[in-house]
């Protein structure tokens, strides 16, 4: 009861990992008879320019598919449950801070999006994600009021937006990127939004016989953040099917821990241990009609992580990526598809005309 609440949280933050990935920007100098023509899209803005430098730009429209598998960490504070009836007004929360205490709290999962993205300036890109958590395996520890591991399996889904600033100077790309996300589920009451930014760097190696193609390597660093307070509901069946012998179980539990502490123990903790015996047996009671409010604080406690990739790209259409992140609180696995394309006309805010 007390660690359910937390699976979602650790959904939003593996997922996304998933959406902060961008081509790094690379340029060839070939293809002479294409540049004797003039830019045939309409974007990025001033595209034009670049491309009369004999620079040339990548179809500055991408369909990008991303699949993570990783592993994420987080810790909480400041507990506080509740137990009401749907019928009924809203219960009063009880601070369980010190009475509960987690150990480890993990999730190991694997999430998919689609990212549409586009060049609008020659150095920065733009692009919206709409993607689903397909599984998430969550393991929590749960150390006081007594000993409990929890595993359990849910899903999500996530949309959101970014942008990234690249460039390359000889055989070396940059960029750094940053994004929002919105990650929604019905037991939360707010999308959990989570904030991620990476910086990447590397060289690229080109085919001189095969000027489209090319493999890029890159390492850099990624942080992490999202909204620290979280608010919600869930009700007593959702939480435990085999109610009432669950309910019992727990109320079991909950007094055999109160009964081995000191007598000063008994008396610090005797308000907050009277408010969940009494609340656990109102779900008991109410099994139908019966839900847990909750709200918490929550962080990562390393939020800087480490990163290597590599690129193929296999001609100015089609991508191939992996990435590899580590350190700090997460690790995780990130392979890509990207597909490159044009929408043609006269180049925004150019003077040419096209042929």
Known sequence: MRVSVLFLLLIAILSAEAKAQNAPTVFSKKDSAYFQRSYPFILPILGDKVHQANIRLPFPVGIMFN???????????????????YSGSAPNMIDVSDLIVFDDIKAQTSTFNMRVDAWVLPFLNV???????KKADINVNLQE???????????????GYGAMVAGAVGPLF???DVNRTYNYNPRLDDPAKVLISGLRTGPVFRFKKKPEMNISIWTGAMYS???????GSIGALE????????????????????DDLTPADKLKYYLPYTKLNDGLTQ???NIDDAY???????KIENPWNMLVGAQWQINYRWQLRAEAQFFGDRTAGLFSLNYRFGIRGKNWFSKQTNE
């Open 127 to 133: 692009y919206g994600i709409v993607g689903q958590t």
């Open 67 to 85: 699949a993570l598998v990783g592993e994420q960490q987080l810790s909480i504070s400041d507990i506080a449950l509740g137990f009401g009836k």
């Open 283 to 285: 779900l008991g009671e």
């Open 174 to 176: 940059a960029s750094l």
């Open 145 to 159: 009021p007594f000993p409990l591991s929890v595993t359990t399996e849910v899903s999500g889904t996530y949309i």
């Open 239 to 258: 939480l435990a099917p085999n109610a009432p012998a669950k309910i019992i179980e727990m109320q079991h539990e909950l007094n055999s821990w109160y």
């Open 225 to 231: 953040h999202f909204n620290g307070e979280t608010d």
């Open 292 to 298: 847990i409010r909750y709200s918490f604080n929550k």
